[in-house]
Structures are given as C-alpha cells and as structure tokens.
Nanobody, 125 residues
C-alpha cells in the first residue's frame, strides 16, 4: 500500500493556479518534515519545496520561489502545495514525500523515506 497519496493535479493554462494535497494512508508513521518533488519527462526528479514541522521552516527551489507555497499538518502527515503563476516549465509529475529519520537537509530525494505515486500537472502555453 502506498504510504502517501497525492491529489489536485490537472491541466491549467499558463498563469493559472493549482493546489496539490498529500495525505498519509494505511499504516501511520511520524514524520519530521515533508516535501514536494517533481519529475518532467526525460529529467531527474527535482526538489520543489519542503517544510520542517519542528520549527515550521519552509524551503523552496529558486525556480518556484514567490509562486509556490507549501503548508501542512504534521500530526496528520498532510502537506499542501499552492502553485500560482504556473508556467509550461512547471509541467511534471509531482510527488510528495515524508522524512521519518530527521534528515538535516530536506532538498534531496535521499532525505525522504516515504513517497506517493505522484500526480500529473500540465501547464498549457
């Protein structure tokens, strides 16, 4: 059973907005932080945003700063990504992930232990 489930993806025109959601399913676990990554066709999975529950700190890739906002609910292992001013280059499969080992950095895939199956975001020009 997939530990995390994403929703909210879809097709939107450039300049539009989408809100992604991610929630834990099945066996419960405790996380120290959660993040969003994305992977476009033919490219490696890249960091988008993360949130650390203990201090409420948020982190963003330079490419999405000022346009995307991450938020969430730590005890529920739920995380959201509000995406505004979307661009065609934002087109990708978006994955949420949870860190259960207290990684010091939340910007690499190796920092996370639980993953969702992804949700497609397509931005038309």
């Amino acid at each position: 059973q997939v530990p995390l489930v994403e929703s909210g993806g879809g097709l939107v025109q450039a300049g539009g907005s989408l809100r992604l959601s991610c929630a834990a399913s099945g066996r419960t676990f405790s996380s120290y932080g959660m993040g969003w990554f994305r992977q476009a066709p033919g490219k490696e999975r890249e960091f988008v945003a993360a949130i650390r529950w203990s201090v409420g700190s948020t982190y963003y890739a330079d490419s999405v700063k000022g346009r995307f906002t991450i938020s969430g609910d730590g005890p529920r292992n739920a995380v959201y990504l509000q995406m505004n001013l979307l661009k065609p280059v934002d087109t990708a499969v978006y994955y949420c992930a949870a860190d259960i080992k207290a990684s010091s950095i939340l910007e690499f895939t190796a920092d996370y232990d639980r993953w969702g199956q992804g949700t497609q975001v397509t931005v038309g020009s």
